[in-house]
């Protein structure tokens, strides 16, 4: 082979490369390079030992119930997580339905600005997002309604990821972040003027706990609404199958134990909110919300190849082929159970605090 065509082939290899991973590599909302994955706060060379330590919590079920281990269970999931998700997912870590004729991007916004516009704020209000993650929902929800958004995350790396993205986006003075616990939130009581949380209050291990906290902080008369993950009532314990899915779904997603569809409303009630209105958003005629995730496997697969590639030669942390490859597995668990109905991420319930009622402590 003469110089030239040695050159050329070159040329085209470190092209391909480049395509392969600076450009079907990043996720739709770019933000975050395949060539910057990295174990969050964790350090690269304890990636993988924070992952296996993630799973030893299911070989102790009962410790996953319990208020005090699921914080540090959670912060470790969303450690490990973030990046994989902001790459290959996005700035929202939630589902929506499918639309005719809009991409996934434009049917993410639209249902966060569904949760806005249903909690009836007015430009300048002050709104909680409980459970923001990387802020991604917070963002169009204040562009949307320009009302001032407080997110609250566990997770420290997540925070700084949120406010660097609301500061490139223009919306930092509408936008703040805050890193806590939502069970235990350092807000004063009766301080927002409504709340919404998107896919995020199933990591509580006890939802009227969330859902206490949110009560106290809201004023009297404020609506707060809250999309849910559950099983439907085409769940059945006694069907092998069916706890598979759920179960793989759990572990896959930091979840302490999925919920009936008909324990939210309960929850509600027994910390004092009154029921609005509750229904799940991914009936029809609403279309799958997880067609995304079917015709996301071949990006899995090539996004899979690109990270073992990656961790082999030292840019990833070595767990991170790990890590991806357990996602890999919980978005198949999430697609039988959109399949099959018996798994809604996006079970909505609209609740209200009641304009005389005390605040919850």
């Not at 290959?88 to 993410?108: E, L, V, Y």
């Not at 807000?187 to 291990?205: K, L, R, V």
């Not at 309960?266 to 609403?286: N, Q, T, W, Y």
Request: glycine share 8%; net charge neutral; hydrophobic share 40%.
């Amino acid at each position: 082979m003469d110089s030239l065509s040695l050159f050329c082939t070159g040329a085209l290899l470190a092209g391909g490369l480049y395509w392969f991973v600076c450009v079907l590599g990043p996720a739709e909302q770019k933000g975050k390079r395949a060539v910057d994955l990295s174990g969050g706060s964790i350090s690269a060379e304890k990636v993988r030992d924070n992952y296996k330590q993630y799973w030893s919590f299911f070989r102790r079920p009962k410790e996953i119930e319990t208020a005090e281990k699921v914080p540090d269970f959670v912060d470790t999931f969303y450690n490990l997580v973030t990046d994989i998700y902001e790459w290959g997912w996005g700035q929202s870590f939630h589902f929506s339905p499918s639309i005719p004729g809009k991409s996934h991007r434009d049917a993410t916004r639209l249902h966060e600005e569904m949760a806005v516009d249903l909690i009836d704020v007015k430009p300048g209000d002050r709104i909680l997002d409980v459970g923001c993650g990387v802020g991604g929902p917070m963002r169009a929800i204040a562009a949307h309604s320009r009302a001032k958004v407080v997110g609250i995350t566990i997770n420290d790396y997540q925070v700084n990821r949120a406010r660097m993205h609301n500061k490139k986006a223009g919306l930092d003075s509408l936008c703040e972040v805050v890193c806590g616990n939502f069970l235990e939130m350092p807000f004063q009581d009766n301080s927002f003027d409504g709340a919404y949380s998107i896919e995020a209050t199933c990591h509580a291990p006890k939802l009227e706990d969330v859902y206490a906290e949110v009560f106290r902080v809201l004023k009297p008369g404020s609506l707060y609404v809250s999309y849910e993950w559950v099983t439907t009532e085409k769940y059945r314990a006694d069907n092998p199958e069916h706890v598979e899915v759920i179960q793989g779904i759990e572990r896959g997603d930091a979840l302490p134990g999925l919920r009936r569809y008909s324990d939210i409303a309960e929850a509600a009630k027994k910390v004092g909110f009154e029921i609005v209105k509750e229904k799940d958003l991914a009936k029809p005629p609403s279309l799958p919300w997880w067609t995304r995730l079917k015709m996301g496997r071949i990006a899995y697969w090539r996004n899979h190849i690109l990270v073992i590639v990656l961790a082999a030669i030292g840019i990833a942390p070595k767990g991170t082929v790990d890590v991806h490859d357990m996602l890999f597995k919980t978005a198949d668990y999430l697609t039988r159970g959109g399949d099959s109905g018996i798994f809604s991420p996006m079970h909505m319930i609209l609740l209200r605090k009641p304009k005389e009622a005390p605040s919850k402590s």
